[in-house]
C-alpha cells in the first residue's frame, strides 16, 4: 500500500506561480512513476506530468510544456509541480499518481487539491 498526499494548491491570479507537493509513504518502493493529473469540471482527468522513479524521465501534457516542471525528491519521497505562467483553462483539481510495479502497473491516487486561477 502506497499513500499520496498532496499540498500547495490555491488561488492564484493568471500570470501568477504555484508549486504543488505530493509526499509518498507505505510501501515505497514499489513505485515506478510518479505523476500529477488534473480533471476541470465537466471534463476527463487528464495527465499533466509524469517522473520515472529511477531514472527520472519526464514527459509533459503539450498545454503545459514551458510551463510546468515535474520533479522529483527521492529521499524525502515527494514529487513536486513547479506552475508557471498560469492560465484561467489550468483551474482544476490536481491528483498526484503513483505507478506501483513495472509490469503491470497499478495505479494510486492521492485525494488532490484544488487549482483555481482567476482572470
Known amino acids: 500500500q502506497v499513500q499520496l498526499v498532496e499540498s500547495g494548491g490555491g488561488l492564484v491570479q493568471a500570470g501568477g506561480s504555484l508549486k504543488l507537493s505530493c509526499a509518498a509513504s507505505?510501501?515505497?518502493?514499489?513505485?515506478?512513476?510518479m505523476g500529477w493529473y488534473r480533471q476541470a469540471p465537466g471534463k476527463q482527468r487528464e495527465l499533466v506530468a509524469r517522473?520515472?522513479?529511477?531514472?527520472?524521465?519526464?514527459n509533459y501534457a503539450d498545454s503545459v510544456k514551458g510551463r510546468f516542471t515535474i520533479s522529483r525528491d527521492n529521499g524525502k519521497n515527494t514529487v513536486y509541480l513547479q506552475m508557471n505562467s498560469l492560465k484561467p483553462e489550468d483551474t482544476a483539481v490536481y491528483y498526484c499518481?503513483?505507478?506501483?510495479?513495472?509490469?503491470?502497473?497499478?495505479?494510486?491516487w492521492g485525494k488532490g487539491t484544488l487549482v483555481t486561477v482567476s482572470s
Open positions: 507505505g510501501n515505497i518502493f514499489s513505485i515506478a512513476a
Open positions: 499518481n503513483a505507478d506501483l510495479g513495472t509490469v503491470v502497473p497499478v495505479p494510486c
Open positions: 517522473i520515472t522513479t529511477r531514472r527520472g524521465f519526464t
